[in-house]
């Protein structure tokens, strides 16, 4: 019998997000996955909001009928709402994880062809949800404080444009923080040109220095910002419980599609968590979280201070789970990665590669500190800090 595929499937499967799983190799150290810190997860006290919730008089093993979820949404919103993003429970959708989200968006306002307008580098996750969807896409460079709105504009007035892609705090895979400026700027950008905008915003709660800006969404004065956020970096992964806020038409037809998606997010992970947030303090555990994942960025920068060649720069991000590297545009990390960093010096990373939506970047690569030690952090750059000063000295001769 021949198979004969959607085109999607094609798209998706070259996404690279394989590339984020640890290696078998006992010698690897590993900077590829955006994972959190598995010791910081609080185990004890989800393991207790699960026997509450499990033991729930209205049976959280059933289907919901479709209100079982208000309690953990006007939470949500209240956090929101503390935030500065105004919204209110019934404006918010509980997703599988934030990665629903961008699927559930892409899949509302996409058509094969129609302009979508990403961050250069962008989230691999992103990209792979939207390949599917067979988008024009237009990548926007970034700079120290956000995505350039120069070329921006220049695309809008050029293409036509449906949708935004954008993580303003912290980005991913840069670490980024977009600046209170610009965030003015896009949002009067996208009125002007009649475009929504999809903010991503699953590190935001994770800030190591100064103070939170604005969000998109808050700044919003023609409803066009959707926003998109997780539990999955501030309590653990394995909940896959995300949430999603819009307004208007924009949430109904959401709410239809994700229906039809999968009918509903997992009740028993819904009433887990919000036992969670009624018995225990989510803000002593951000506290917590932040003091770590402190410690462990500066570790990153103390060793891409001691170990990078002069050649090599980086960002010092003030949040979230990574640096970028960028090498001289003659170097191929990629092709470094497979050819030395693993084999040789037993370090991965993320190389640009496919990071970019035209896959032809090849001398930068996203570098994650959340889920590996302090010892492993120094000993890790210094293995990629000696291999590319290998290839430098080579290059030099």
Not at 22 to 44: C, N, R, V
Not at 351 to 365: I, Q, R, V
């Amino acid at each position: 019998m021949k198979k004969e595929f959607a085109s999607r499937v094609s798209l998706t499967s070259k996404s690279g997000l394989n590339a984020i799983y640890p290696s078998q190799d006992p010698e690897m150290i590993s900077f590829t996955g955006g994972f959190p810190d598995a010791t910081l997860f609080p185990s004890k006290e989800l393991a207790d909001s699960f026997q509450i919730a499990i033991s729930n008089q209205h049976s959280p093993l059933q289907y919901q009928v479709g209100e079982e979820s208000i309690d953990l949404r006007e939470k949500i919103a209240s956090l929101l709402n503390n935030d500065g993003t105004v919204t209110n429970p019934e404006l918010i959708m509980m997703t599988q994880g934030a990665q629903q989200g961008l699927d559930l968006v892409a899949k509302l306002v996409i058509n094969k062809g129609d302009g979508l307008v990403v961050e250069g580098p962008t989230y691999i996750g992103a990209l792979a949800a939207f390949d599917a969807y067979e988008p024009n896409y237009y990548s926007v460079s970034m700079e120290n404080d956000g995505m350039n709105l120069t070329e921006l504009k220049r695309i809008l007035i050029e293409k036509s444009v449906k949708l935004i892609y954008t993580i303003p705090d912290f980005q991913n895979p840069t670490g980024v923080v977009m600046s209170l400026e610009k965030r003015k700027q896009l949002i009067a950008l996208a009125n002007r040109y009649d475009v929504l905008i999809l903010e991503d915003a699953p590190y935001r709660w994770l800030r190591y220095e100064g103070k939170s800006l604005p969000t998109l969404k808050s700044l919003d004065t023609q409803d066009r910002v959707i926003q998109l956020g997780s539990f999955s970096k501030i309590l653990a992964p394995a909940l896959r419980l995300g949430w999603l806020t819009a307004s208007g038409e924009i949430f109904s037809r959401l709410k239809e599609l994700k229906a039809g998606a999968d009918l509903e997010t997992s009740n028993l992970m819904i009433q887990t968590v919000n036992a969670y947030l009624s018995k225990y303090s989510l803000e002593s555990h951000l506290t917590k979280l932040q003091k770590s994942y402190r410690i462990k960025k500066n570790a990153m920068m103390t060793a891409m201070r001691n170990y990078m060649p002069e050649n090599i720069s980086y960002t010092d991000p003030k949040g979230g789970f990574f640096t970028w590297i960028t090498a001289p545009q003659n170097y191929d990390l990629d092709n470094m990665q497979i050819m030395s960093f693993k084999p040789a010096f037993h370090v991965m990373v993320i190389p640009s590669t496919n990071l970019f939506p035209d896959k032809a970047h090849k001398n930068g690569a996203r570098v994650s500190f959340s889920s590996v030690s302090l010892s492993q952090i120094d000993s890790g750059i210094k293995r990629l800090g000696n291999c590319l000063s290998d290839s430098y000295q080579k290059q030099s001769i």
